[in-house]
């Protein structure tokens, strides 16, 4: 026997029983993005490595361990398969001007990568929708964003499973500020600091308070807090942000230890988190980046934008039973004998333009073994034609999920009566 192949680990199939549910919730995100007037924006999924490097911060995890770079053989490139979707996005509005004398709100959904260890929740390819809404110094979009969200996990009968956690990071010098404060305090306690806290407690030591190690919680709950080093304006924007999400009706607790790692990250942050999927809690994370744009050579422009990762919150959706039972054909055609599979095709043709759904038994089949199909495919009716319909041009309607006298209606007529049978 020839060999077998397997998938990449941590690279997952959607198969059929599946994939209709990820179309059941990627439809209800399309639906959510254009209600709140947000334009698709599509990028390729490699880029080049420094674009990352840049962007996301070379003190990360991502970039230090888990992106899967590569150097194209052909020109000697170094390429990277995106591990986020904020990169890609703003290196093509820089590229095509697309800030010249406007705002924009995009939204992106698609597969992104990261090299880390396969578990419940975490995969080497993954998927996230995001949005990155550019041009506006809020707080207005932020309290918008959070609506939407929120919108999202109504709409989607998640409500009660999600919390948000919010918090500011300031300004640029009130962070300086902090991060001088906080060098002095970890240097006090570099013996309890793990390896990971050693290294960044000079590069990135915001990141060491994110720590997950629970060894260093306390290390870290006592640490200079950087909302003591907020001034006025950042602290009106946290404030004027946080009345508009109450107005709003929008739960949220205060985290001070939310900083999300990255450098770019200013102001407003947040997490929406849920307790029901384990370790794995984070399901859509952002904030504001008011520096990013002109650090990737554009013109300044405030920038705000989340990612959503899509796999957790279809784990939750099944984990809730949340999720409709799989679509099935309006029709299953079932025909037998002479002339008729063309016969069967051509009316298959006219219901389909007459807006029914129908999937054509095809091939040879006992008119026992057809119905069974037909039974089995979760279809509403069959639509029989033997040879003697093809005589009289004529099909036989029998409906397969209720109780209904058979009809032999003329091949013309097959559609409105199907149509009338099922309103
Ligand atoms: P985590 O702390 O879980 O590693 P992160 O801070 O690395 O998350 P972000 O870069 O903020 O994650 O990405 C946004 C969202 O994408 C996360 O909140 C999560 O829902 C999802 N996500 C991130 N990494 C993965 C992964 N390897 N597999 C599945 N989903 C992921
Ligand atoms: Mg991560």
Redesign the pocket.
Not at 121 to 124: D, E, K, L, N, P
Not at 282 to 285: D, F, G, H, L, M
């Given at each position: 026997m020839a060999q077998k192949y397997q998938a990449v680990k941590g690279m997952n199939d959607v198969l059929p029983a599946e994939s209709y549910q990820w179309e059941f919730f990627e439809g209800k995100l399309r639906e959510l993005l254009a209600d709140y007037g947000y334009q698709n924006i599509r990028t390729p999924i490699v880029e080049t490595t420094p674009l990352f490097v840049r962007a996301i911060g070379e003190v990360t995890?991502?970039v230090e361990k888990e992106m899967y770079t590569f150097i194209d053989s052909l020109n000697g490139d170094s390429l990277t398969l995106r591990p986020?979707g904020t990169a890609g996005t703003l290196r093509a509005v820089v590229e095509h001007n697309l800030l010249y004398n406007a705002t924009q709100k995009l939204w992106y959904m698609g597969p992104?990568f990261?090299h880390?260890r396969p578990q419940k929740?975490?995969?080497?390819q993954?998927h996230?929708m995001g949005v990155e809404a550019l041009g506006f110094g809020g707080p207005d979009i932020d309290a918008e964003i959070i609506a939407m969200t929120a919108d999202l996990w109504r709409r989607l009968g998640l409500s009660q499973y999600v919390r948000l956690e919010i918090n500011s990071l300031g300004n640029q010098e009130e962070r300086a500020a902090h991060r001088q404060a906080l060098i002095a305090y970890l240097e006090q306690h570099v013996d309890v600091l793990d390896e990971d806290g050693k290294r960044r407690m000079y590069s990135n030591p915001l990141r060491v308070l994110d720590t997950k190690n629970p060894a260093l919680q306390q290390m870290a709950n006592e640490a200079p807090k950087l909302s003591d080093y907020l001034g006025e304006a950042s602290r009106a924007h946290y404030e004027g942000w946080k009345a508009m999400i109450r107005e709003l009706g929008v739960d949220f607790v205060e985290n001070p230890r939310l900083v999300?790692?990255l450098d770019y990250y200013n102001q407003s942050v947040f997490?929406w988190v849920t307790s029901e999927l384990g370790a794995?809690g984070?399901?859509?994370?952002g904030g504001r980046y008011d520096g990013l744009i002109e650090q990737l050579g554009g013109k300044p422009a405030a920038g705000i934008g989340f990612?959503?990762?899509l796999?957790?919150v279809v784990l939750l959706l099944q984990d809730k039973q949340l999720l409709p039972a799989q679509r099935s054909v309006d029709i299953y055609l079932v025909n037998q004998g002479e002339g008729a599979a063309l016969y069967a095709m051509k009316l298959a043709q006219n219901l389909r333009a007459a807006g029914l759904s129908v999937v054509q038994h095809l091939g040879e089949g006992s008119f026992k073994s057809q119905m069974k199909k037909a039974d089995g495919s979760g279809a509403q009716f069959a639509v029989i034609v033997g040879e003697n319909e093809i005589k009289t041009g004529q099909a036989v309607i029998k409906a397969l999920r209720a109780e209904m006298d058979q009809h032999t209606v003329a091949a013309e007529a097959v559609a409105a009566t199907l149509i009338s049978l099922k309103a």
């Open positions: 995890d991502v986020e992104m990261r880390e929740g975490r995969y080497r993954f996230q999300r790692g997490e794995q984070t399901i859509c994370a990612g959503m990762g796999e957790r």
